[in-house]
């Protein structure tokens, strides 16, 4: 859920400008910064030049429950020494 708000967000700003003032490469790149360094790092492989913002937001959402419910970001804050 927090992939989209910061879609919604995105595209709020960005409607406000001019027509074209961001492009949507840019929009995509801007997405993907926003995202958590591993997630970016597992959506990046699957984007190509064609794939539109709602499937990058729907791709990065599936990897994003993938990744909780095999439990990947589980050890995120935890220390290595943790016993």
């Known amino acids: 859920m927090q992939i989209a708000n910061t879609v919604i967000t995105h595209e709020t700003r960005r409607d406000r400008l001019l027509p074209e003032t961001i492009s949507d490469y840019s929009a995509k790149q801007r997405l993907l910064e926003a995202l958590d360094i591993k997630l970016k790092r597992d959506v990046r492989p ?9 499937q990058l937001v729907a791709i990065a959402e599936k990897t994003q429950a993938i990744a909780h419910s095999t439990r990947l970001y589980g050890t995120r ?3 290595t020494n943790a016993v």
Request: glycine content about 0%.
């Open 77 to 79: 804050y935890q220390h």
């Open 46 to 54: 699957h984007i190509t030049s064609n794939t539109l913002v709602d």
